[in-house]
């Protein structure tokens, strides 16, 4: 053994906790610096009213009080009638979007669809999503003209932006043996996908499936503005009309839905993915 | 043949079981979706009046809107730069200042960091009751509160990035491996001294993914908030619709398209680094 291996094995009080010297992460910094730079110029260059700012404290006490000190509850019929439109656009538009998301996110999966029907499908898709759904509803609306329906047109089609990916990607994490498995017995492409892939990915394309309903109970409420209907655009007009007792009404109706719809969504959901309850574990025979 | 042999092959017989029945639930299921479709589908309580019909009818008008749209005006262009230029720089003054409140909030938000029940509970309500009025909301009632600008829009999206990120950054705290802290306890440390020395370092990771995701919506999210009037690239989007110009809604698209891909390519890199 030689003198440098032997050395930490003694007891010696000079070699015991030497620190290593701290690793000099040059390029780190430098990007850090750099970021840094780059926010504080974005920060000084956008055009802030900073006077505004001060302001705003004040100010949103002072809109708050007009909102939720007095709220106009007889306008609470109508919000409820405009909150199930914005909810059953979200619904519809939920299921024709999962739909078509699934038909074409199956084949855009790697292993299932060749390379010249993937990539096209694939580039679609990223087009969908950097459209804001308000510009796709622009579009259909001439063809289905101001109606909910043409909200939920809207929200299917641009739904399949990030809901096909998320299939695709689901399809492609599932682990190969099932599909191997009926390839090796002979099962034709459709067999594969119908025996193989679906019955492991169905859990989470369904959870999927219901979180873009919740997410369309949000986007729904945006569609509103372009005057497709619903709670978004009643709250657009009285926030227009400035009639602040009754917008004060519709942010508390567009919060305790969204979040009910979340909870019973979101519990559907675990049950989905996490199976029932386990009972009686304990039973052996 | 001995009684004894008579079980014998009884029991060597692979007798499948009975399929469990499962249609009576699946049914179930299936008639309750399909009543909550069918109650969308009425007009006459607000639901959806499905007019297929329609499409059929009119869908030259779409597909002509669409083919304008796929033959960019490039002209429009230099016109973009400036209201480019400003959502960019909402989108990263947002990140930054949601980055900013979103440490202590997340914090505040997991159990491990925060073992005050009440506390965390509250904070946590409060944040669902923020991430559930959508975004575009938000701003409209702003602009009609502190009038037309990017102020309004910075806020939008400051509360829409603090409700995403606190919310992910407190569940990957929440799932984090809490071994650290413990030994940090077991040395006599405060909460807060735990939390700075042994939580904070352990959940950088976290937090700059989420950032960067969010810094990623942003750009998607303030390309629209000028339909309202605050700020950025949607007011141009806006204006262009005024003068049913699809043409030149065609080349903001495809602009938006190439900032988004660039910055979800950077960040992905960024993220990977960061594991």
């Known amino acids: ?285 | 043949m001995t009684a004894a042999d008579a079980v014998a092959g009884e029991r060597s017989q692979l007798t499948i079981p009975p399929r469990p029945r499962t249609w009576p639930r699946a049914a179930a299921i299936v008639a309750a979706l399909a009543a909550f479709t069918i109650l969308t589908t009425i007009p006459a309580i607000g639901g959806v009046e499905l007019d297929f019909a329609s499409i059929a009818r009119n869908w030259t008008n779409g597909a002509d809107r669409i083919v304008q749209m796929l033959t960019p005006d490039w002209s429009i262009l230099p016109r973009t730069w400036q209201p480019l230029l400003e959502t960019l720089e909402m989108a990263l003054v947002d990140a930054a200042i949601s980055a900013v409140l979103a440490v202590p909030l997340s914090l505040w938000a997991a159990r491990p960091t925060n073992p005050n029940g009440v506390a965390r509970r509250a904070v946590r309500f409060v944040l669902n009751v923020v991430r559930a009025v959508p975004d575009l909301v938000y701003a409209t009632v702003l602009v009609a509160m502190v009038g037309v600008g990017t102020l309004p829009g910075i806020i939008t999206l400051v509360l829409f990035d603090i409700g995403i990120v606190v919310k992910l950054v407190s569940e990957a705290i929440d799932s984090a491996d809490a071994h650290y802290m413990e030994a940090g306890r077991a040395a006599g440390g405060t909460q807060t001294q735990i939390n700075r020395v042994t939580a904070l370092p352990q959940s950088w990771p976290a937090i700059a993914s989420q950032v960067l995701y969010s810094l990623e919506l942003n750009v998607r999210i303030s390309a629209i908030l000028g339909l309202v009037g605050a700020g950025g690239i949607g007011r141009l989007i806006d204006e262009m619709r005024g003068f049913y110009r699809y043409d030149a809604l065609g080349t903001i698209v495809l602009e938006i398209l190439v900032v988004v891909i660039a910055i979800e390519v950077a960040s992905n890199l960024l993220r990977k680094r960061l594991r």
């Open chain 1, 1 to 285: 053994m030689t003198a440098t291996t032997t050395e930490p094995a003694q007891p010696t009080p000079a070699s015991a906790l030497a620190i290593p010297p701290k690793p000099r992460r040059v390029a780190a910094r430098i990007a850090s610096w750099a970021v840094t730079a780059v926010i504080l110029l974005a920060f000084w260059d956008i055009d802030l009213e900073w006077d505004k700012v001060a302001q705003l404290p004040s100010d949103l006490v002072h809109y708050s009080a007009l909102m939720f000190s007095s709220p106009d509850w007889s306008m609470l019929g109508e919000a409820a009638l405009q909150t199930w439109r914005s909810v059953s656009m979200a619904w519809i538009g939920a299921i024709l979007g999962v739909v078509l998301s699934t038909l074409l996110g199956i084949p855009a999966a790697q292993g299932v669809g060749p390379v010249w029907v993937r990539l096209p499908l694939r580039w679609i898709f990223a087009v969908i999503r950097a459209m804001p759904e308000v510009l796709i509803a622009i579009i259909i609306l001439t063809v289905t003209g101001l109606t909910p329906f043409t909200g939920a047109l809207a929200l299917a089609i641009g739904g399949i932006g990030t809901h096909a990916k998320w299939t695709y990607e689901t399809i492609e994490a599932v682990p190969p043996g099932t599909a191997e498995a009926v390839r090796a017995s002979g099962g034709s492409l459709t067999e594969v996908i119908r025996w193989g892939l679906w019955p492991v990915a169905a859990p989470e394309l369904m959870s999927l499936a219901l979180y873009r309903f919740e997410i369309n109970v949000r986007t729904s409420a945006i569609l509103g503005l372009i005057g497709v209907g619903g709670i978004g655009a009643m709250l657009t007009n009285y926030t227009q009309f400035r009639q602040w007792d009754t917008v004060g009404v519709l942010i508390i109706v567009v919060i305790v839905v969204t979040m009910i719809i979340d909870a019973i969504s979101g519990a559907i959901r675990r049950r989905i993915m996490e199976g029932a309850k386990v009972r009686g574990v304990e039973r052996i025979h």
